[in-house]
């Protein structure tokens, strides 16, 4: 039943004319596509196509018989595929074409310039958005009625208790490991013990709050954008300018609060779960008791290092939740954009974190705390 | 043209979700080359309806038979098989967003076929255009494109294949009133060229009245009735008879009856 198109190229008395059959559909295009192509180089212009032996013809296939007839007469159809043939025959033009690509060391250039482009743009965006953040939220602390709770508590929900496990479980292990990587370099010098100094230095003022910022861009971060950035893309973000409200009082201020008031708590339990990690290891494989283990904590002048660890948490949260909620703003119609966003968003998030960190660890030092 | 025969059929369709029963004992009958339009009221599941058929939904009871296959016994390649015959306008465009106009419509192309990259491109601008859409189109993404044009760009995806069955959810909801009655022309128009069938969703009553063969009405979980419109707005039911004798299916009528005293075949 199923037969490959063909045509083949006959002589009449009243001159050559070529002889199409079989189906012409588009799973045979291929093959039809050739063979249009090779009878067109033989034969003359606007030849006449006999087209009374062709069994299935669908568009693909009137377009390749119009390719071949080119401007010249297709005899032998019924009135269905003349209407077929005269509809695809009405809108035929040239395919679209693509726009050229230019060479590609230029567009090596031109891209490098776009991307150095963007992220200075990124940068004065953003600091246009901290201010926006800002002056809402003067303007809306002082003002009870404008508080919104519920989304609050969602959000601290979302962001912080459900996050609890994770970072808990994160810090103890990263503790662990790093107990051990500090006892075997410190074991040749005899000097074990220095394994407590290495766990709370680095827990109380870097890891423990770093770990957590880490974690919370790329838990709480990405949705932050995600949610914004589909409302973005279904005119919600409109719809609540229409009613009247602030996007920036409605969704971005209660995630800002909870991850304001949440980042810190969870670097309070990270600092204590990298330490429990420590002291686990110490306890079981080091012969550090975790008497001894407290004492030289105490030692260390722990309290100093905890509030230099703790006061980098807020600055953290105000810049995870304002990236997040920026990139989400961002976000323009498709769903491909939804995800670069998200993206951008994580990204953006965890440099920025670990840039302040390392400008923050160079003032402490510098004012010699 | 062959005789009539039956493209759709359906049989004692049941479709419930929970404890809420959508369909019970549903028949259908749809012949090839006809042009069927479906109406409802609202949440009378005229979508699920078109989801059973098209197998994108399950049904808890009955057969769905497609171009002859039994959709709900059919194996994997059968049913992609039928799937590949038929082609779907949903509501709301589902274009894919990241591609452009050309590249939506290239995309059953190349999953189906292999076909060279220039064929391609040559079958999508005529799809584009046979949908009605300016030649620059095709290179357009969906966000840059008007309601009616993404309705456009749809059908030209949904005829990628050549289908047999054309789908259509509402396809001029949405549409200004010469946009809506455009795309109602370039349905009939690819009926007659392409010999398809057409199931269709609307709400329109202009449609109904300018290009339905037939009109099934549904109601009461099932086709209350199914027949030419002449016949249907006589049936004698309450939801019925509101519908088409309203202010607003008069009018519809009214207008239809102006436009065939005004070109007398």
Redesign the interface.
């Known amino acids: 039943m199923t037969t490959t198109g063909t045509a083949t190229l006959q002589r009449s008395a009243d001159g050559e004319f070529v002889a199409a059959s079989g189906d012409w559909t588009l799973a045979g295009a291929p093959a039809l596509g050739a063979l249009v192509a090779d009878l067109r180089r033989r034969v003359s212009r606007g030849v006449r196509i006999d087209a009374a032996g062709i069994g299935r013809i669908d568009t693909a296939g009137a377009e390749l018989l119009l390719d071949l007839a080119d401007g010249g007469e297709v005899g032998g159809l019924d009135a269905n595929r003349r209407a077929l043939l005269d509809a695809v025959a009405k809108v035929r033009h040239a395919p679209v074409s693509m726009p050229p690509r230019r060479p590609s060391l230029i567009a090596l250039f031109e891209r490098t310039g776009r991307a150095a482009e963007q992220v200075w743009l990124n940068a004065y965006r953003l600091l246009g958005f901290i201010g926006l953040i800002l002056v809402t939220l003067v303007r809306t602390v002082p003002d009870p009625r404008r508080w919104r709770p519920t989304a609050l508590a969602f959000h601290l929900e979302q962001a912080g208790l459900n996050a609890v496990p994770i970072v808990v479980l994160l810090n103890f292990l990263i503790g662990a490991v790093v107990a051990f990587l500090g006892a075997t370099v410190l074991k040749d010098f005899g000097a074990t013990i220095f394994t407590v100094e290495l766990i709370g230095f680095s827990f109380l003022r870097e890891f423990g709050v770093l770990l957590t910022a880490i974690l919370i861009a790329g838990r709480s971060g990405s949705a932050f954008t995600a949610q914004i950035g589909s409302m973005k893309s279904r005119e919600e973000v409109d719809a609540i300018r229409t009613l009247g409200l602030d996007p920036i009082e409605v969704l971005v201020l209660p995630r800002l609060l909870a991850l304001l008031i949440a980042l810190p708590l969870l670097t309070v339990l990270a600092m204590l779960a990298g330490i429990v990690g420590g002291a686990v290891v110490g306890a079981f494989a080091l012969d550090i008791s975790s008497t001894l283990f407290i004492t030289r904590l105490q030692d260390l002048g722990a309290v100093k290092h905890f509030w230099v660890g703790i006061s980098k948490a807020p600055l953290f949260a105000f810049l995870i939740a304002a990236i997040g909620c920026l990139e989400g703003f961002k976000v323009s119609g498709s769903a491909e954009s939804v995800g670069t966003h998200t993206t951008s968003s994580v990204v953006q998030a965890i440099f920025v974190s670990i840039m302040v960190d390392a400008m923050a660890a160079i003032f402490f030092m510098e004012i010699g705390i | ?1 062959t005789a009539p025969e039956n493209v759709i059929t359906v049989r004692g369709l049941r479709n419930q979700f929970g404890a809420q029963v959508v369909h019970e004992n549903l028949d259908l009958d749809i012949r090839r080359g006809e042009i069927v339009g479906v109406v409802g009221g609202s949440g009378s599941g005229k979508s699920v309806l078109l989801r059973s058929i098209i197998g994108l939904n399950r049904p808890a009871a009955g057969s769905v038979e497609l171009l002859g296959t039994e959709m709900t016994s059919a194996s994997t390649a059968q049913r992609s098989e039928v799937e590949r015959r038929c082609g779907v306008l949903f509501q709301n465009g589902a274009l894919f ?2 591609l452009t106009v ?1 590249e939506n419509t290239m995309v059953p ?1 190349r999953e189906h ?4 990259q ?2 391609m ?10 949908a009605g859409l300016p ?2 189109a ?2 357009k ?3 840059e494109l008007s309601g009616g044009m993404v309705k456009r760009a749809a059908l030209a995806r949904s ?1 990628a ?2 289908p047999d069955i054309l789908f259509l959810d509402e396809p001029t909801a949405g549409l200004d009133p010469i946009g809506a009655a455009a795309f109602d022309q370039l349905i009939l ?2 009926r ?4 398809l069938t057409v199931f269709l969703i609307t709400h329109d009553l202009d449609t109904l009245y300018t290009i339905c063969d037939r009109v099934a009405v549904l109601s009461q979980k099932r086709v209350l009735v199914i027949g030419p419109l002449s016949e249907v707005e006589r049936y004698d039911d309450p939801w019925v008879q509101e519908y088409f004798q309203g202010p607003r299916g008069r009018a519809a009528e009214a207008a239809q009856q102006r436009l065939h005293a005004a070109q007398p075949h």
């Open positions: 043209m967003s990241s050309a192309m076929f292999r076909l060279p220039a064929m491109a040559r079958f999508a601008a005529l799809k584009i255009a046979l030649e620059n095709g290179a993404y969906p966000s005829l294949l050549d128009t690819l007659e060229s392409l010999g």
